[in-house]
């Protein structure tokens, strides 16, 4: 009997498991730096965003890894990106990395920062990692039906949902707050509740059914987003442009455009 032809989630779905291990090493070195040591080694880059010791050693940790068990996938990473290191070609398919996502939250060592590592797939986000080391909790998604958050060795399914009677529950940035901009956007929105969140735990909120709304009118990069775009699409969220249009990846120079991620509205 011929053998059938694999499904095209398949692959994708074998690597579930090796990236959360290799986001989990990850988190364990920053751990390594967590404390009063990181401001010893704070740096600034040329756009004035901070970078520590930490976030190059993950990066270096992850990159690492991802070359061992994906050879033929490019792999794009932020501090890399910075320092002129990135692929010339990624084709199809390459990884986004974010080795530390929230250096601020790092920095201010209120745990809200994250290790992001997701699988681009012709433009759109196939597999996404977000792991918080200093809360212990990790969301992975790899298409629809499949978002998982772990934590303490427990894992259970998360899934977007529909809004509450009361209102929307919006979340917004910690350290990239334009409060008279949000303003505008949610006029006109029932809104019950505005909690702030530190880097890609926001998408990880509304993916697991905490929250509603995160629009994001300020700049981000892509690797600040793929992971967790990628978790909220398999909890059944969106990531939009302000136009309706879903969000991308491998753009020009790797910038996002303003953009809303929502659950079930």
């Not at 910075?82 to 929230?102: I, K, S, T």
């Not at 398999?234 to 303003?258: C, M, Q, S």
Request: net charge negative; proline share 8%; hydrophobic share 45%.
């Amino acid at each position: 009997m011929t053998k059938p032809k694999p499904t095209p989630t398949e692959p994708v779905a074998d690597l579930i498991e090796p990236v959360v291990a290799i986001a989990l090493a990850a988190g364990e070195a920053i751990l390594g730096y967590y404390g009063p040591a990181a401001d010893a080694s704070l740096r600034r880059k040329a756009d004035a965003s901070p970078v520590t010791i930490a976030d190059e050693a993950a990066e270096r940790l992850i990159l690492e890894a991802l070359a061992r068990l994906t050879p033929d996938i490019p792999s794009v990473s932020e501090e890399a990106h910075h320092a002129g290191l990135a692929p010339p070609d990624v084709g199809r398919r390459f990884w986004l990395v974010d080795p530390l996502d929230g250096t601020k939250e790092f920095l201010k060592r209120n745990d809200e920062f994250t290790v992001n590592i997701a699988l681009i797939e012709d433009r759109r986000p196939v597999l996404g990692v977000v792991y918080a080391p200093a809360l212990e909790h990790l969301y992975v998604g790899a298409g629809p039906g499949t978002a998982e958050e772990r934590c303490g060795g427990a894992r259970r399914p998360i899934a977007a949902r529909r809004p509450p009677a009361e209102g929307l529950t919006v979340v917004a940035s910690r350290s990239h707050l334009d409060q008279e901009m949000l303003g505008r956007f949610l006029a006109g929105h029932k809104v019950s509740e505005t909690r702030n969140a530190g880097s890609s735990l926001k998408f990880c909120l509304i993916a697991a059914g905490e929250a509603d709304l995160y629009p994001r009118l300020g700049r981000t990069m892509e690797w600040d987003t793929a992971a967790g775009h990628a978790v909220l699409a398999a909890a059944g969220g969106r990531v939009t442009v302000l136009d309706g249009a879903d969000l991308v990846y491998g753009k020009p120079g790797f910038e996002n455009p303003h953009f809303v991620a929502r659950g079930l509205l």
